[in-house]
């Protein structure tokens, strides 16, 4: 192969020897990403016996799955502001730290353990702290505050979105801190130069730059908090309050059987309302990547 | 200057309290975790539990399936960052190289995986597993080759960043009008340049392994979050504290990681 | 056509030609083990077309291994049952998923189908077995003439192996003994009372709720009053929305459980000495149901999975069953042959009042009662 590198680019021409470079990347993705995904979008429009049917479809009407899906966005899109704002205080903490410092790699080590560490591991660390046997329990339970009569921890909207900020605060971190880590500190110098104050610095300069980041950023621990599944299975037991839950409920369910076409049609309907949020969040990280010199 | 060093000053106080504050927010069910399991039978202190996870003979004994658990996230996790990295790098480098118009493309491909939940890929995947068992048998090794399509947002994103902050297009026509073929470009003149990006990838690929539980468990195979699950039905202390020494173990992999990473940087002069 | 349009017809065609790959199925790797009887072991209805039980017993070890899914050890004895099967016959059980419910190991035997690791026998619920016989195989055990008509299936394809009635079982030592179901609501038993599994998914739960119904004066046909109770349950602030397991028995955590009296007489027997765990059934309100015992179509190892059924529903089989507080399906048979282990059968928790058993219908309308009811009632 001896074409100069330089005449592709410039031309735009595909030659196929160049695809072949990236045929490895499209096939795996193929197999293992695009074809579950048509298979789980096909059948949510086929019935028990592979026929085509929009009863799936009408069956996401019932008040069940409805505030299924209420919960599930109300669950994600709380979580992600409190994540969002919570891991932005971080973010910012720890980038003013040194880079290469003890501090800095502490605390991204463990965000990138924690962000992923949702599931059994979390159920298990959050019953040790909460549940009737659980060591604040017991230690409030000293002075007179009362946490083991009330079932607190396995409702949605109060244990397990407690439960859900511990891992969005880590990814938060993660996601963001490159955006803050981009702001160049001639930025600040120019501005303090000018005569502006830290509010103004941020208010006029730091905070557009990082506002798509953020955004984006928040809009992908919405994502993450939507799909979540292990997390919410390990703690609550009763029940499907969320969306993963019933859609796992229709593939493990041993009394209410046959509804796992009904479940791809859920799976669809998280698919449509994720899809949107990710497109959004695309967008955004593009006008990101203008500014922090890409 | 001396605004600087208020600022500074500032900057640090306003560093430690958030770090404090949600340290002590993170470090809560962690230290739960740390006195649950160390509870002795009415009242006091006892090292049992932990003595029990690390007696390998005992854990060999009576919890077989915490063993093969272990090995086999051991595996996992070295086979998917591997099938990832050889994966991920050559094409990524080869998209900025030569299909500049396919970036899109690629990224869209690597950002679904955050749109499709575990638990959805899952029932698309069991013909696809029928398959890969057909062909390469039914270990709980090859839950690896799903674990990769887990890890692509993740993985992209880090190794985007690294190959953003160099610049690919000289680096590899300087290598080329030198002589190299492709695979030496890669391994020789791309690979190390990225290092950390690399090496960012490895880590969030590491933590996603270890913590994964719907697809292992979905597809009746062994893995270290099926396991504890398991022992947590049985024994709930003991599930406890394997789980507190996965995330301790995640937690030390990483660290080590970073600083492999940085410890190569310092030898070349700093660049502004 | 412009590139795009032709690209994206190229994309679409490679797609479906896919997902056309996917969908089919690989060639199964089918086994061969014959036994002396001449026939391949996977079409074999009794043991003695494999040249009776000593055949069998020397195709199935030549076969070496046995796949179980869904079996706890602590549930019904199967952890002796295993060892003894184990044991007796030389090979090798692989328990799978001990924690799977009736549709996780049809979904197991699906996923892993023609792979070694496939499932090669199934205890399945009701509901899940009825649903599900087209994955079965035939085979008629030696005992198979003691099991009642109404608890198998003509030819073979699914019998009933244990039952038992549904039960609440208590930490004598942390809550006082409750007489009647009704008891639970009172303010003694706070975040104390749990359901094993969710009603809408697992069957000792669902089973559990038609039990509250008919204490509380609600019948088979009608289990409306057992969602209220629990409604009213979750209202006083006693009910824990914690999956009951023996670490959290153990742990203090549940200390109230609606449960198969088989399980709950095992935690007991577990914990003797650490805690007082007791059970009862409520007078009037005996629900029953019994597991049902199939060997899948493609089990992997089809001669071991009969042995298994043989062993199951032998006398000794049976026995070990009882020992872990289920009642065996050859009841009867065995109390009339004297065979039945009477010290085990004796202490099964008494049970007042007229056995209830769901039928198929009845059922159907309790689950379409649940799904539409039970969310809203415990939210």
Redesign the interface.
Known sequence: MAEPPSTLASTGRKPVGALLGVVPFFAYT??FL??PT??VV?GAFLDGSGRPTLGNLSALA???IV?AFVHSTVLSAVTALLGAVFGALLTYAVATARAGGLLRRLVTSLCGVLAQFGGVTLAFAFIATF???GFLTVWLMKYGIDL????WL?DWDKGLMLVYTYFQIPLMLIVFLPAVEGLRPQWREAAESLGGSTWNYWRHVAGPILAPSFIGATLLLFTNAFSAYATAAAL??????IIPLQIG?T????????QENVGKAMALGMVAIVAVVMTLYVVLERRTSKWLGS | MSLHATRRRRQAGFRWTVVGVIGLFFALPIFSMVEFTTRAPGGGRTLDTWATLFNFSVIDADYPELKTGILASAGLTVLTVTIMLFLLVPTMTWVRLRLPRLRRTVEFICLLPLTIPAIVLVVGL??????V???LG?SSLWLALAYVILVLPYAYRALDAGLRAIDVKTLAEAARSLGAGWPTVMWRVILPNIRTAVLSAAFLSVALVLGEFTIA????RDNLQVAI??L??????L?IAAALAALVLAFIVLIAMSFVGTGRRSHRPEEN | MTRTARRTGVAAL??LA??GI??C???AKTSDSTGTGGVNASSATSAKDLGGMSGLIAAAKKEGTLNV?AL?PDWANYGEIIKGFEAKYGLKVDS?????????EI??A????????APDVFD??G??AS?NTDMFAAYKVATFGDVPAALKDANGLWVNDYGGYMSIGYDAGKVPAPAKVEDLLKPAY??KVA?N???????A??SGVVMAAISQGGTADDISKGVDFFKSLKAA?N?????P????I????TPVVFDWDYLNVAQGAKLKGKMEWKTFVPAGAVVGGYYVQAINKDAPHPAAARLWQEYLYSDEGQNLWLKGGARPVREEAMVTAGTIDTAAYDSLPKAEGTPVFLTTAQSDKA?AY???N???A??
């Open positions: 193929a197999i695009a074809i048509l298979i096909v019932q008040p069940q505030s549940s009737a046997q083991a009569s009330t079932t396995y609550i037991s009763q029940g499907s309050p409920g593939l493990s369910s041993e009394v209410i059987l046959g | 069991a013909p696809v597993y029928a398959w068992a057909y062909f039914e468990s979905l597809f009746s699950n398991l947590g039905k049985r024994d709930g202390s599930a | 490679a797609t896919l997902i996917a969908a199925a690989p060639p899914v706890p799978a998923q001990p924690d799977a419910s009736s549709a996780d979904t197991a699906k996923n892993l189908k023609g792979q070694s690791k399945l619920g509901a899940v649903t706070k975040g359901l599994g969710d009603p809408t998914k697992a069957g739960a669902f602030g009910f824990l929305p914690v999956d397991t023996g670490a959290t153990e742990s203090g955590q689950k649940l799904t539409a039970w969310a809203k415990i939210g």
